[in-house]
């Protein structure tokens, strides 16, 4: 672990942790870098946020908002001839708030998108080899409820703890991205015990200080939950076309140093750092006891940054090894449903990595 002051003088340049220490403890977490092979489902671009460096986000047309189920399943079926073993699920936050959505969900039977994607999480997990990770922004208690049964793990990045931010041009038009809004769905996943993927967008505006606050804020909510599977650490990319296309991207150095303290303050968390973010970099980064790189996949871009391409898993310079959407410690009885832990531990290995005999 890390104390406070030392966190900070590390974000603040004052001081630099000891490489050997970064990997003894990555090494203590996991002897691999893991990754996971995935399909990445964007069920929807409208979104009732407007942040200031998103690509992703469409303004509502006439029709065609929605992914229909035929195009979702033609997708995760292709998915499933790769080999892959994640739908991920990475979709505008409240999109049925506008009214043309709202009209394109009724003629698919549902009222609002978390509704459809429990529907389709049921069909992939009963006719596919694939888990369901979905990232639907904030949600309410019941509505994690909800998808619980059917989603093995779900993810919200926390962003920043930073309330001054939702003044400024990242976030001034986002009310999703309160920050007590999303650490109170983070928590509502603890309770309910989802194994939850999060983690810090840099380089937006915050201060050292707001960054070691929002690391701090999501240590607490692990020592009270133990449900935190990933802290991501991602680097803002400025993006031709956007508010902040002009706003200058965080340094390598600030980006190690964050990885560093967020190594050291989560022992027993994967971190990860999104390695088509880093170009050249990544080797570096990955040095500071990174174990994770998330969801690589073989048949979709990265729609949340599109003229970012995937390396191939053979390009990465690290051992990698294969993970679920859930990662290894998380497949237990207790984070999983009956369905879902049955189906988990038929496609990995005694110590919870994806094993080769599944690939058949
Ligand atoms: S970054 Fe996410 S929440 Fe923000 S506007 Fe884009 S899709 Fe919506």
Redesign the pocket.
């Known amino acids: 672990m890390i104390d406070g002051d030392m966190a900070l003088d590390v974000l603040n340049g004052r001081e630099h942790l000891d490489p050997v220490r970064l990997r003894e403890v990555k090494r203590a977490y996991s002897p691999y870098i893991t990754y996971a092979r995935n399909v990445f489902v964007p069920l929807t671009?409208v979104?009732?946020?407007?942040?200031g460096?998103?690509t992703?986000?469409k303004q509502p047309a006439p029709m065609g908002n929605i992914m229909g189920r035929a195009s979702v399943m033609a997708l995760v079926r292709r998915a499933e001839t790769l080999h892959c073993s994640e739908a991920l699920f990475t979709f505008?936050?409240r999109p049925e708030e506008y009214a043309r959505v709202r009209r394109e969900l009724h003629t698919l039977g549902h009222d609002s998108i978390i509704s459809y994607l429990h529907d389709l999480s049921e069909t992939i997990n009963d006719t596919t080899t694939l888990f369901v990770h979905s990232n639907p922004?904030v949600m309410e208690k019941d509505e994690i409820a909800l998808l619980r049964p059917v989603t093995a793990s779900m993810g919200l990045m926390l962003e920043t703890v930073s309330q001054r931010l939702m003044d400024t041009v990242a976030h001034k038009d986002?009310p999703?991205?309160d920050p007590e809004t999303r650490l109170a769905t983070i928590r509502a996943a603890g309770q309910l015990r989802v194994p939850f993927t999060t983690g810090l967008l840099l380089g937006i505006g915050e201060t050292p200080e707001e960054v070691y606050a929002s690391l701090k804020a999501l240590r607490d909510l692990h020592d009270r939950y133990g449900h935190i599977q990933e802290i991501i650490i991602q680097n803002f990319v400025p993006h031709p076309g956007t508010p902040m296309e002009r706003h200058t991207p965080p340094t390598i150095e600030y980006v190690r140093s964050v990885v560093s303290v967020a190594r050291l303050m989560f022992p027993d968390v994967a971190i990860q750092v999104p390695p088509n973010l880093l170009g050249n970099a990544l080797t570096d980064i990955m040095a500071c006891g990174v174990d994770d790189l998330g969801g690589i996949s073989p048949l979709t871009i990265d729609h949340?940054n599109p003229e970012q391409l995937w390396p191939h898993p053979s390009s990465v310079p690290a051992m990698l090894k294969e993970r679920l959407p859930v990662h290894p410690r998380f497949i237990t009885a207790s984070f999983l449903s009956e369905q879902l832990y049955e189906k988990a531990i038929s496609r990995v290995d005694d110590k919870g990595y994806v094993h080769d005999a599944s690939r058949t």
């Open positions: 671009h979104c009732r946020n407007s942040c460096y998103c992703f986000k505008g936050e922004g986002s999703g991205k949340v």
